[in-house]
């Protein structure tokens, strides 16, 4: 049974340019949430997916998007990168009415460099 | 609003028992999960807590009081193997099962010989 897996593990961008990020959730799970870890500190909600919506959103400026599509998977894209951008995005898959303990499974990250 | 806070780093011997403490305060309270993180790794669930007291799971165990905004993990009979950054997190209610996690800024605990 695949965990959640994401695309690309490592990528180095320049300041000003676009990237995109994707990521297929653990088979039976039907919401996506993705969080930005800058190193040294905690994952950050960036915001979570569910029924091809946007459902919540931390606090990220717009040029942070997203999408899902109807096999559950996502992508996250950010525009007109700046060096503080440079972190491991996570994304984390669950299903939608589930609680407790297993709410969350998380894929192993892409690490963005942004120069 | 809402904040967490645990110790930034923490160093303890092999063999030894660790306790790392969290302390919370949010707009509402749905359950506390710990991770563990290795360095360039994605984190690994290791406990959930939604009521008072203690879970204990092998040689981790994890304590919640919620009257207090108080967690701690405990660590015992450590293992280098256990040197790794250690998330404390909350679910606000509100946001219900849905995924959103408010994460402390995680400890990392080093393991001596």
């Known amino acids: 049974d695949a965990g959640v897996t994401q695309s690309p593990t490592h990528l180095i961008k320049t300041r000003g340019q676009q990237v995109t990020l994707r990521c297929s959730p653990k088979?039976?799970?039907?919401?996506v949430s993705w969080y930005q870890q800058a190193l040294g500190q905690g994952p950050q909600f960036i915001f979570q997916y569910y029924e091809e919506e946007e459902r919540q959103r931390g606090n990220f400026p717009d040029r942070f998007s997203g999408h899902q599509f109807p096999n559950y998977s996502s992508e996250l894209n950010v525009n007109a990168l700046l060096l503080g951008d440079s972190a491991l995005y996570l994304c984390?898959?669950?299903?939608?009415?589930?609680?407790?303990?297993?709410?969350?499974?998380f894929g192993a990250g892409s690490r963005l460099t942004v120069l | 609003g809402q904040n967490i806070d645990q110790p930034t780093e923490m160093t303890a011997t092999e063999g030894a028992i660790v306790q790392i403490n969290c302390t919370y305060q949010t707009s509402g309270f749905n359950g506390l999960f710990w991770y563990q993180q290795h360095a360039g790794e994605a984190p690994t669930f290791l406990s959930y807590n939604v009521l008072d007291g203690l879970e204990e799971k092998g040689r981790f165990s994890s304590f919640l009081s919620r009257s207090k905004g108080y967690s701690y993990l405990l660590l015992k009979e450590l293992q280098m193997k256990d040197s790794a950054s250690y998330l404390c997190?909350?679910?606000?209610?509100?946001?219900?099962?849905?995924?959103?996690?408010?994460f402390g800024q995680g400890t990392t605990l080093q393991v001596k010989p």
């Open positions: 088979s039976g799970h039907d919401t």
């Open positions: 997190a909350v679910t606000a209610s509100g946001s219900g099962n849905t995924g959103k996690l408010i």
């Open positions: 984390a898959s669950s299903l939608q009415g589930a609680t407790g303990a297993n709410v969350l499974t």
